[in-house]
């Protein structure tokens, strides 16, 4: 029997083509978006208030790894425990007050079991208490444009008045993936130990059963409780394409897996991004001797891509726009400017001199001119 299970769970998860008036018939609210610029690919409800249990810890991970950028916290610090952080009930990993975990453990305990007791560890660690952790967190929200969040714990635990929509854990996700792309080598990890090589190892197996059987899933996040139902935030990438997916609500979980891995399909099936422009391709050159080097290279640093449907066949227009002067030397020097046929403006991407560059002394200047001039 539950062979047949697993084998219909697998059969539910293998990607079909969708129709959008079909996707998440089980959410309360859900989303699809474009990773790269938040752009919508498909919405229901996407600003109904729900509860998002363990999607929580989104934002967790995401003030951990700002906590990391600061550098204020480091992967191998240790990290005490708690009579509250153990205490937590719920997924955990059952930390002990007599015990210190790495970052790095820690980490996988919340990406890859949803660990409640690691989450509150951390969020003391890094702010001296779950509740100065929490304030932390509904400030970030706003600062993403987060309009319909409260968060009242860094787990998901609490089901009163502790919300957010489908639209802000999309804005909070991709804010954590695009900022801090290492948190994806935690969350599509399918099992893990803790305290592996002592007498107390503990076996983690990752919540997210979509890992393994869909090509290019990365994590990110499940969550449940009575009050939120099923939840799940993924974060899918084929070729130079990475979605995130969104839905919240569902009263049965395989429905949950399945309807998200559709609705990630249908945005793969009919969407793509194309290469406009190249990274580190020359758009200009320009001479200007009072520029050490005097050839100046006008590029973009990263490739630039434009989502458009699969059908669409439209060619796009770009203006580029530049000016090189001593105050703008090794910072951006313009912009590109993406319209489409109706000469709507649709991205606009910052340009750069290919090198540094450094204002040219009056002597090198004049003996440019005199060995240009004996040439």
């Known amino acids: 029997m539950k062979k047949i299970i697993l084998c219909l769970f697998i059969f539910l998860l293998i990607p079909i083509k969708a129709k959008a008036n079909n996707l998440c018939s089980g959410a309360k609210s859900a989303i699809l978006i474009n990773s790269m610029d938040g752009e919508i690919l498909y919405e229901h409800e996407k600003d109904l208030k729900c509860a998002p249990a363990s999607m929580t810890k989104i934002m967790t991970l995401l003030l951990i790894y700002d906590s990391i950028n600061e550098g204020n916290l480091k992967k191998d610090d240790m990290i005490g425990v708690s009579e509250y952080a153990k205490s937590m009930g719920g997924s955990q990993v059952f930390l002990d007050t007599r015990e210190k975990l790495s970052v790095d453990d820690m980490l996988k305990c919340i990406c890859i079991a949803s660990a409640n007791d690691a989450a509150v560890?951390?969020?003391?660690?890094?702010?001296?208490?779950?509740?100065?952790?929490?304030?932390?967190?509904?400030?970030?929200?706003?600062?993403?444009?987060?309009?319909?969040?409260?968060?009242?714990?860094?787990?998901?635990?609490?089901?009163?008045?502790?919300?957010?929509?489908?639209?802000?854990?999309?804005?909070?996700?991709?804010?954590?993936?695009?900022?801090?792309?290492?948190?994806?080598?935690?969350?599509?990890?399918?099992?893990?130990?803790?305290?592996?090589?002592?007498?107390?190892?503990?076996?983690?197996?990752?919540?997210?059963?979509?890992?393994?059987?869909?090509?290019?899933?990365?994590?990110?996040?499940?969550?449940?409780?009575?009050?939120?139902?099923?939840?799940?935030?993924?974060?899918?990438?084929?070729?130079?394409?990475?979605?995130?997916?969104?839905v919240m609500g569902y009263a049965d979980k395989t429905k949950r897996n399945a309807e998200s891995i559709g609705l990630l399909n249908y945005g793969f099936s009919n969407f793509k991004?194309?290469?406009?422009?190249?990274?580190?391709?020359?758009?200009?050159?320009?001479?200007?001797i009072k520029y050490n080097p005097s050839n100046l290279k006008i590029i973009a640093k990263d490739n630039v891509y434009i989502l458009r449907k699969k059908t669409d066949k439209e060619k796009y227009n770009i203006k580029y726009v530049y000016e090189v002067n001593d105050k703008n030397l090794n910072l951006s020097v313009g912009k590109a400017y993406i319209y489409d046929n109706d000469n709507n403006l649709i991205k606009e991407v910052e340009l750069y001199i290919s090198t540094s560059v450094k204002k040219n002394s009056l002597f090198n200047i004049i003996r440019t001119l005199i060995g240009r001039l004996l040439q």
Request: proline residues 1%.
């Open 273 to 288: 991004n194309e290469l406009v422009i190249k990274k580190n391709d020359i758009i200009a050159e320009i001479d200007d």
């Open 121 to 246: 560890a951390m969020a003391e660690h890094i702010y001296g208490s779950e509740a100065m952790f929490v304030e932390k967190m509904n400030d970030r929200a706003k600062g993403l444009g987060c309009c319909n969040t409260n968060f009242l714990d860094c787990t998901g635990l609490n089901d009163n008045e502790h919300y957010s929509s489908a639209y802000d854990m999309a804005l909070i996700s991709k804010e954590l993936i695009i900022k801090y792309p290492d948190v994806l080598n935690y969350t599509s990890i399918k099992e893990d130990y803790i305290r592996k090589d002592t007498d107390n190892p503990f076996w983690l197996v990752n919540t997210n059963k979509t890992l393994g059987h869909v090509e290019g899933m990365l994590g990110l996040k499940t969550g449940y409780t009575n009050k939120a139902g099923y939840c799940i935030t993924l974060v899918q990438k084929k070729d130079e394409l990475t979605l995130i997916s969104v």
